[in-house]
């Protein structure tokens, strides 16, 4: 049977219908355009993506699409590549930067595909939005530097502890060696070039001590602090993982009591994430191979009596000694059998540098509650 | 020749530290030997030398703790003082019980130190002195016959002559001679002395020869 004209018509306008159904269900940005780089298809997922009506963009050069370099080169790239058959990006695909009607700038992975026929050249361009990909990895690697950070305030105890012997053995050397001198003063007749070289062993000494302060200041420069106004919920949220990793380790449950419509505090985030990580690190250490593991770590928010904001770490371990008491927060007292006792002295000194109070009591059912009461932050300072 | 006089061997990796202590006991004319590491002073060390030994008790390579059971498990009675810093009492306290002389915290006054030194050079002469008795009372023990010995055993059990005559089957005037060759031999002027001679060797094995059992 003879194809009939007008069923071939027919034929050709569902296939249209067909492709624009198909384009449009696209999830990826589909656009399609001459060899002169005018736009000839422009997808709903196009549309959604750059903010421009498919009516608006038909007939438009491409390059309005694009961020720099590709922007002002584009056109140069169709007409070399109409010259040479050389492809940059056809059947290749890369990660390139578009631009939006509203002007802002985002990464996509675009493919380009060739269709050539009697009408001539055409590209057809799939776009997918990497923007929240990006984001993500930007997230992971800021997690990173956090952790890494983390990292950098276990090393602050080893180092207070590392520190304490290093300027310790130059001092007690300097006083040896004093003492050594004045016993050989009181002889009858002392060594001149004895001493002599006593002195210049002291000298030696007194400035290898000095050093080791100088080290501890470039250090500490190096950590600058800025407070930001912050969301302690949020912040005790974002820590959590690092917390839950240390107590699921030994078994231990973390609950978290996160109250509503606190007010914000100016804090460093990281800092006070550390103290958090601290205290609960010390939860763990005082809960393992105890009774009552199961009852677990809580970490709750709270409004406190002053209109600030108090976050509690309570525990079922062992507690902390009446005798201590207070001194737990002196620098070198600790419980652990490991421990340098710097870490609940450090994590005061910082909560203190915002204001804030670090303290201890007594959880009545057995264990440890440490608060940390931030004050509210001012409206008026935040300007 | 001249008997060589009490050494104080120094034990510390500090190198400062280490000098000025040799400078400062050198300096009241104790005589002392300066080693790095307790390895290096276990090469050099001499048991038969009137010593005590001053070491760091927080060392890398053999720890302080490490050296005094070495030490131990070589049969030395070398009096240790430990040279601790701040927070490590609990490991001087293990030091302690494991035989430590003593043991001085860091910073120390020099007279502290040189005290705990003629203590601890003291507590080695005695010990010395006192071993030195002991291998003199095995080396006359062994001078006795079998049956001087017999006598003389059941004599510090507090048998009367009467008793061993009858149960050795001889007379008692024979113990009574027996008994009076002891005392020559192991040069003793009382029964008190003897017992408390003989018992000090049963008790106090010597330790460079007791046999493993």
Redesign the interface.
């Known amino acids: 049977m003879a194809p009939d004209p007008s069923a071939n018509d027919q034929y050709r306008l569902m296939a249209a219908a067909e492709l624009h159904a198909l384009l449009d269900a696209a999830v990826d940005a589909i656009v399609v355009i001459d060899d002169r780089g005018r736009v000839t298809t422009f997808n709903k997922a196009a549309e959604r993506m750059f903010g421009y009506a498919a009516a608006d963009m038909i007939g438009q050069n491409i390059s309005i699409l694009m961020g720099e370099p590709d922007r002002t080169q584009h056109d140069a790239h169709i007409e070399r590549y109409k010259a040479t058959g050389e492809a940059r990006i056809i059947g290749i695909g890369r990660e390139v930067q578009a631009r939006r009607a509203n002007g802002e700038i985002f990464p996509i992975a675009l493919s380009v595909g060739e269709a050539r026929d009697a009408g001539g050249r055409r590209f057809v361009g799939i776009l997918r939005d990497l923007s929240s990909e990006r984001a993500a990895e930007q997230q992971t690697r800021s997690l990173e530097a956090r952790l890494a950070h983390v990292g950098r305030f276990n090393l602050m105890g080893e180092m207070a502890a590392g520190i304490?012997?290093e300027i310790?053995?130059?001092?007690?050397?300097?006083?040896?060696?004093a003492?050594?001198a004045k016993?050989?003063m009181d002889?009858a007749q002392p060594n001149m070039a004895?001493l002599r070289e006593?002195c210049t062993?002291i000298d030696?000494?007194a400035r290898?001590a000095g050093q080791v302060i100088e080290n501890l200041r470039k250090f500490i420069r190096k950590q600058e602090i800025s407070t930001q106004s912050l969301d302690v919920n949020r912040v005790v949220r974002d820590v959590m993982n690092l917390i839950e990793a240390d107590a699921h380790a030994e078994g231990i449950p973390v609950r978290v009591e996160a109250a509503e419509g606190l007010p914000s505090v100016r804090a460093d985030a990281v800092q006070l994430q550390q103290v958090l990580l601290n205290l609960t690190r010390n939860s763990v250490d005082a809960m393992r191979g105890g009774l009552a593991k199961d009852r677990g770590i809580t970490i709750a928010t709270q409004r406190n009596e002053r209109g600030g904001v108090r976050i509690t770490v309570t525990d079922h371990g062992h507690g902390v000694s009446r005798q201590l008491g207070d001194n737990i927060f002196h620098p070198?007292v600790t419980t652990k059998?490991e421990g340098?006792?710097v870490g609940l002295a450090i994590s005061r000194t910082i909560v203190q540098s915002y204001d804030g109070s670090l303290t201890y009591t007594d959880n009545p059912v057995g264990g440890a509650i440490f608060s940390i009461d931030l004050p509210a932050e001012r409206e008026s300072s935040a300007a | 020749m001249k008997a060589a006089g009490p050494l104080v061997y120094l034990v510390d990796d500090?190198d400062?530290?280490r000098?000025?202590?040799g400078?400062?006991l050198?300096?009241?004319g104790l005589d002392c030997e300066l080693h790095a590491s307790g390895l290096d002073f276990l090469d050099h060390y001499d048991p038969k030398r009137h010593s005590c030994l001053v070491a760091d008790i927080?060392m890398p390579g053999l720890s302080g703790l490490e050296l005094q059971q070495r030490l131990n498990e070589l049969k030395s009675e070398i009096p240790i003082i430990f040279i601790t810093?701040?927070?490590d009492v609990?490991m001087a306290v293990n030091a302690m019980k494991a035989g430590a002389a003593d043991f001085i915290q860091?910073?120390f006054?020099?007279q502290d130190l040189i005290d705990r030194i003629h203590k601890a050079l003291e507590t080695d002469r005695q010990r010395r002195s006192a071993r030195a008795e002991e291998d003199t009372i095995r080396e006359r023990l062994a001078l006795l016959t079998p049956r001087e010995t017999e006598v003389m055993q059941r004599v510090v059990r507090g048998q009367a002559n009467k008793v061993i005559a009858m149960d050795l089957g001889v007379s008692q005037r024979t113990v009574e001679l027996h008994r009076a060759r002891v005392m020559r031999k192991l040069k003793m002027r009382s029964l008190a002395e003897l017992v408390h001679a003989v018992d000090r060797i049963s008790v106090a094995p010597r330790p460079a020869d007791t046999e493993s059992p």
């Not at chain 1, 001092?171 to 060696?177: E, G, H, K, P, W």
């Open positions: 304490a012997h310790n053995q130059p001092l007690s050397a300097i006083a040896t060696y003492q050594a016993r050989i002889h004895t006593i062993k030696d000494q290898r070198f059998r340098l006792g | 500090d400062a530290v000098d000025s202590l400078l400062l050198r300096s009241i927080r810093g701040h927070g609990p860091k910073p006054r020099d």
